[in-house]
């Protein structure tokens, strides 16, 4: 089950370009919408919810307090000021506890594969994230996968493979690969992993999942 970020908000009555004096004096803009309720503008203080928001998962559950009501919601849209690197408005999809939500759950490899310290095997993972459906609170914030079974080159982890919480369904291909041990493609990759092994480094990771996109206002 993921883990549950409460936030306090305040009905917006301000919108337009007069959202550019919010930003200004420390708020930021947000919507709460959802399949059961009109859409509600809301305004956040902007310490507040960018801290607490900070590397938040698409599954992770967002308490928002507004007006004595709580709705339980994720987070579905952030618009972000690349070049000052602030956020500038959040869009908040509202669920229903007693109906399943599907969302991209993102997958974290921990351990080390022997193959990558005893052959200097390159460890490539082609998925960084899975659909998959439950209800709100079975939602698991992240899916672990551990390395320590990845032995030989050529062994790989796939989506069957993958373990998840009780009353959680994964719609992916369950034969499609999480991450697999390629042999390296030249001498000179075989002695830079010869070294990570030595030096107990953390062996190189190509990712070539899907990137999470963020449009810039």
Do not use: C, W
Not at 31 to 44: N, R
Not at 104 to 114: C, D, K, Q, R, S
């Amino acid at each position: 089950m993921s883990e549950q970020v409460v936030l306090k908000a305040e009905r917006r009555r301000v919108v337009g370009k007069k959202v550019k004096q919010l930003r200004r004096e420390g708020k930021l803009p947000a919507v709460l919408y959802g399949k059961h309720i009109d859409p509600i503008p809301l305004v956040l203080d902007y310490r507040d919810a960018e801290k607490a928001l900070r590397g938040l998962s698409t599954s992770t559950l967002v308490i928002l307090e507004v007006e004595g009501a709580r709705h339980t919601a994720v987070v579905r849209e952030r618009q972000k000021d690349y070049i000052k690197g602030k956020l500038l408005h959040v869009d908040f999809q509202a669920l229903s506890l007693t109906e399943t939500m599907r969302v991209e759950v993102p997958i974290e490899l921990e351990g080390e594969a022997p193959a990558v310290k005893t052959y200097g095997g390159v460890l490539v993972q082609t998925l960084e994230s899975v659909e998959v459906e439950s209800l709100p609170g079975d939602m698991p914030e992240r899916l672990m996968v551990d390395l320590g079974g990845l032995e030989e080159i050529g062994d790989s982890i796939t989506v069957a493979d993958l373990v998840l919480p009780p009353n959680v369904k994964v719609l992916v291909d369950p034969n499609e690969t999480v991450v697999v041990v390629t042999a390296p493609r030249s001498e000179e990759e075989v002695e830079e992993a010869s070294g990570v092994a030595e030096g107990e480094a953390e062996p190189e990771v190509i990712a070539k999942g899907k990137e999470e996109e963020e449009e810039a206002a």
